[in-house]
DNA sequence: AAGGTTAGGTGTACGCCGTACACCTGTCAA
DNA sequence: TTGACAGGTGTACGGCGTACACCTAACCTT
């Protein structure tokens, strides 16, 4: 009977209810302490339980993934599409930045899964309803990169590897330590000149969303500006010069 | 005399020793291969004899993406500051592609190496000296992202992550499947595009070279069209509208 | 030459990981 | 009633990073 309520209290697994624990105990604990025990341990239940419903830990993160893609909202209808790609990337950013770990699992997982395909053939979609030819729709998703989905991959951002550590903390006040300063005067001038603002080393001490928008806008504005001068593919698909 | 004839025919280790051997086992056999009891077997020697020259794996990590940065050319010195930042984002290309590991290898460290500062200050040199304010110098350098250590984060990329499997295979046959291929009609209609010239599939049936100039010279014209124009920060790190 | 320090390679062991495989049990269709 | 099967269990294996104690040869000092 000790089994029966054990059984009883908590719900059946599904895959499902395996994907959003999991993702749950990526963002609180961080995506380095989501081992198949731990998950396991956290649903109340043995490790190899989760091989019913997932087959392997890879396709495990594939489907963390999905969950987390599922959640950008869709697309708006709007006439024009630099606002409308524009509005959905920052909220493809919003979602992203409610899962750390994520921009990481996405560029280490190497094929797609449905759910970004499916994102990213619907922003294809409000390229070409805006007049983009195939090929500039292809060549401008590259350009964005991984910024399309709401992450500029910046160099170095702590916020990636542990789950609230970011948040909670606001900034440790570790301004860099002088001879590291006269050895990189120009990065340097920069953290300085962002300090007087908000805090204290490259990339942590800045506005985020800024440099986000910054960048973004500066792709959208190329990209608008090829696109009104009818752009069309100087050398199609040949390799180009080394 | 049996041991000894061991010990005079390798050569002793050093911590240059182990980061080489480790960049070349990651080169060769993937980074997912690269483990301290592989790396201490490739050098003849047994895993723990690798603490006393790196002191745990993820500095052994740190120093090969030292090793790989260090390749990259010095800078040109060269009057027009885009050709020289062009010139030398184009040269870390060519290193990083001999390195397919090491993108994903930095973005997963969060600090920067040395060797990383080292040429982001060089960088930053470059725009300072053409005359870019400090803050159009910051944003510049988040904007460009990771590309400028020469790697767009492709959101898949099968070459990072086996060794030599991304060259010695010319593209793996695989279109898309038509059940794929109608959920997602327009990545179809490009990676059908793609493929009369090439191969098959998004992001490897594609010239990688010119997309990731593509994308160099939208952010380059961008970046000197705000410099011409003399741009000061709109809203200087007030944290922006979310 | 004698003795102590130390740099660097060795061997063993621990706890974590993913997961193969055999097993049990409750549910439901025939 | 029976038998298939979906789904949770238990054990075990090989691989990982690395702590810790040990050995040994080179070198510096007296």
Redesign the interface.
Known sequence: MAEQAETLRRAPLSRDRVLRAAVALADQAGIESLSMRNLAQELGVVPMALYKHVSNKDELLDGMIDVVVGEIDAPVSEADWKHAVRQRILSAR?VLRRHPWAP?A???????T?A???Y???V??TF?AGGFS??L???V???M?????GF???????T??AGRSGRTEPTPPAVLPPE?AA?????A??AM??A???ASV?GQG??D???F???LD??L???ER?QQQGWASP????????
Do not use: T, W, Y
Not at 145 to 149: A, M, N, Y
Not at 152 to 158: G, H, R, T
């Open positions: 919003q990481l996405i560029e280490s997982r190497n094929m797609a449905p970004i395909l499916a990213l053939d619907s294809i979609g070409r195939v090929d729709a292809h060549h998703m590259h350009a990169g991984s910024r399309i989905l500029s991959q910046e160099l170095f951002d702590a990636r590897r590291v050895r990189f005067p120009h990065v001038e920069i000149a962002a007087h603002d908000d490259l800045c506005d969303q800024f440099e928008e910054f960048a500066l792709l504005d190329g990209i090829l050398r199609r698909h040949r390799k180009a010069s080394g």
